[in-house]
Every structure is written in structure tokens, then in C-alpha cells.
């Protein structure tokens, strides 16, 4: 606790008045002007109060005591341990612009369009859960200095034929990037913070430890090397670029640069270095069922993002508005001025069959990504020890992308044809002289069903999600469709039957994929498998 020169009083960094505000006495003080005994003896470490949480194991620094009674990350009202540590000071710190209000404000803006996200995120007293963070960040500063010579290629056409010029581009760089910043913990996710981003480098400060009075900060975890080639890529890229548009005033309009990274760090001697930072996040933890969702918010920009769960009732009182909105009139009008209506029928729904069966395919592919965590690579690390780097090189990038997707790219292909054929078909139908031919009713039950079989296989495969299995109720519905197709295929209550039994099966598909993307919205994080807190409390009381 940091206290007043005046009266002995606590005081706070109050956001609006860019100042340390004393409770008591109203008095107002610099934040470099504030500093306890401990610090002003060892410059490079400060010393402050650590909590952690016995239910999830995350470490916060604060130096309020109201920490001691409640969880940040788990959302969990439980004793926190304490101890007092000397942390390294961080370089700069980005103070907090919005304050709580502001903060709801902007997240409620974003909540608006989650229409079926729970209820309870919009209810006053969930939002005023929201706590003050600071974020841990690396800040790299890349420097790019050195004489270099690389390959480069210029195309151009002469209006009948392409031509390549292959060409030697040499000079000089001296370029300094500033503030490239990647998260610094593990407890926030790589894409949370990209959706937040940017902060705004150009306003940090010098960092003083009385910045952190009356607010929670994050312990940084993840080691500067995990990111540092991303800052190195990212400023090689910008290189690139640059000695494109320099080649203009030889002539070259379209000149290309064949590197790697690994070459364009080589080249114009590209090094990175890092600095601890602070950076301000209004976070709050959203728990249900054991399992937690986080909402954030910029606290400087203000900018909101979420991995909002989706509430089944919502989803289910939508499903039966929409169905007794359209169902029943749409029926009653075909069966009233179409002959073929049950035919007609039977092909509609398993249009709407064919987009449930892809969006099912196609997202389950996305959750697989999502579940193995490779896309964030602070947890990647922590899990694997291995700095995860993104497109190392193109052409191996292109080599993994068709050995990996060489079956979606043929199951693509395959609904490309069938969509042809779909948009002649549609034209006879609303044409009222035909219907879909039975042949290619057949073929879009098969393939809806390969879609199904392999969406099913793959939501096995997730780590992090329990195995849901509406999606059966899907396959069932399609393989009625081929027996009554191969049995019966113009018995009108047999068409009608095959629909209804579609629409069912499309619903507890799509089912199946909110269910799936919630678990993975809320996913347990690891360390939640430890036992204490409210676990051992509800134990006790059982």
C-alpha cells in the first residue's frame, strides 16, 4: 500500500486525474514522485504483494487487500495465499484512459449484437465484475541496419505476353521499429489480445510502482523469445516493402523480393530487442458450470472483445419462433398451388440440410485449430517447449496447406460441381414444371452424410470438449432420406416424412455445434484441475 505524505492515507491512481489520489485528504501526487523505502534501494526490482489463487494456481500482483477474497481469472469467492516477492521492474507502463464506466459501456455496445449470448452478461451486476489489469507485454524494438543485396524478380506484360526480369536489388537500410508488442502471459490468449489491440506505444511511460496502486496486474510468464520472431517478420515485411518501393525510381513498377525471413533477418541484419511493459485491461471472468469465458476491454482505446457462449434457451425459442413463423405458412401455400408440393418439400429442406452440413464440416475443422491451442504460441510453448512459428516458409506453408486440406479441397470441389447443378435444378423448381431428379437427390444425401461422418469423427478428436452426439440424430435423418429415395422416391407422405425428419436432423447438428462452441468458449483451463477453494467447500458442505 502506498501512502499519502500528508495525512498517512491510502492513495490510488486515479484514471481521469492522471494522478495519486488520496482517499482521505483528497491529496493528489505524481506517480514518480511515490515511492516506498524497499524501492528506492534496488532500482532494477520493486517490491509488492502477490496472490494466489488455491482454486486455479494464477499468480496477480496488487496491492489492495480486497484481493484476498476473490479470483480474477476463475471467478471463484475464495481465500487467496499472499506473500510479499521483489519482482523486476518492468520497463514502461501504459496507464489506464477509460474507467469502469466507460468500460461497460463499450463492452455492452459489443453485447448488443451477441443476440443469443446469455442473458446474464447484460445484467448491471455481472458487469461490475469488471477489474482493472495490467496486462503484461513484451515491447520489442527492432533495429535494421546494414548493406544488402538480394534477389528480386520484376513482371510485366506487353499486352499480349508476361515477361520476368530477374534482377540483383542492392543499397542500404537503417530502419527502427518501436513498440511490437505480444503478450506476456498465459493466462490471456493470443487472439483476445490481437482483438483488443492496438495500444498506442507513443503514450507509455517510464514505469513507477505506485502506477499499480489500486489496480491487479498479471505475472509475466511467457519468455521473450516465444514472439521474438514475429517482431523480426513483422519488420522484415515492412523492409520488403520498402526496397519494392525505392525500385520504382529505377524503372522496376512490380518488383518482387525472394526471401525468407530467416534470410531477410540475415540481410539487413533485423534484431529485436525486448522490454518488459505493462499495458491496461479492463477483464472480467464470466463463469458457468465450472467453466469460464473472459471479456475484455482496451483501457486505453476502449476497444471490447469476447468469446461469447450461446445460450441454448435463446437458441431454442428462436428455432420454434422462426419454425412457427415460417414452417406452417410456407407448407400451407405449396400443398395449396403446387402439384409436386411434397417433392418440392423434400428438396427444400435438404437444400437447408446441405448448408447445416457444411457450416457443421467447415466448423468443426476451425474448433480443431482452436482446440490444439496452436495458434497461440505463449500456450503452445508452454505445453510443447517449442517456439511455434507461423509460416516459416511459403513454400513449405503450401506444401502443409495441401497435405493437410487435400481433402477438403476435394470434398470443395465436389460441392462446387453439385452447387451447379443445385442453381439449374432450384430454376426448375421455382419454375413449377419439375423437380430435383432423384439421381442428384441421391448424391447430395451421400455427400451430406460423408460430411456428417467425418464432422463427427473430428469433434471426437477434441481435447478440451466433451463428444456431443446430436449429430447422430443428422446421420439417421439422411440415411431415412436414401432408404426412402432408393424405396419410394415419389410417395408423397414418405417426401413429407424425409423433410420433417431433415429439419430435425439439421437442428440437433447445429445443436451439436453450439454445444461444442461453447464448451470451447468456456474451456476449463489446465490448471482449473487443481484442487481447492470453492471444490473443497462444496465438499464439506455435501
Known sequence: MFACKNCGGNIIYDIKAHKLVCKICKSSFAPESVTKENDSVDYDYFETTIFTCPQCGAKIMCEDNEASSFCTYCSSATVLTSRISKEKKPDYIIPFEKTKEECIQEFKKITKKAILAPSELKDEKILDKFKAIYVPYWHYDVTQQN?????????????????????KAEGDIDSKFEGISRDASYNFSDDLCERIAPFFTSEKKKFY????????ADVSDVPSEVYEHEALALANDVAREMVSEESKKDGYNNLKIYLSNDEATKQFDTKAVPRKALYPVWFMSFKQNKKVAYMTVNGQTGRAASDFPVSIRKFLIATLLLTLLFFPPSLGFMFLFYENASNIFLDITLIFSIAAFIIYYVQMKMMQIRDADSEDAGKFYKKYGVVYIKNKEKNESVKKLIKDYIFDLAVGLMYVLMVICFLWETLSILSVTGIMDVFFKIILTFGNLGLAVIGFIRGGRLKNSSKFYGILGGMLSLVFVLAGLFIAPSNKYLCIASGILLCLGCFLTIMDLIRYHNELSMRQPPHLKRRGGDEIADTVNM
Request: a negative charge.
Open 147 to 167: 548493406r544488402f543485396s538480394v534477389s528480386a524478380a520484376e513482371i510485366y506484360s506487353d499486352g499480349n505476353s508476361n515477361y520476368t526480369t530477374y534482377v
Open 209 to 216: 510502482p505506485s502506477y499499480l496502486s489500486g489496480f491487479y
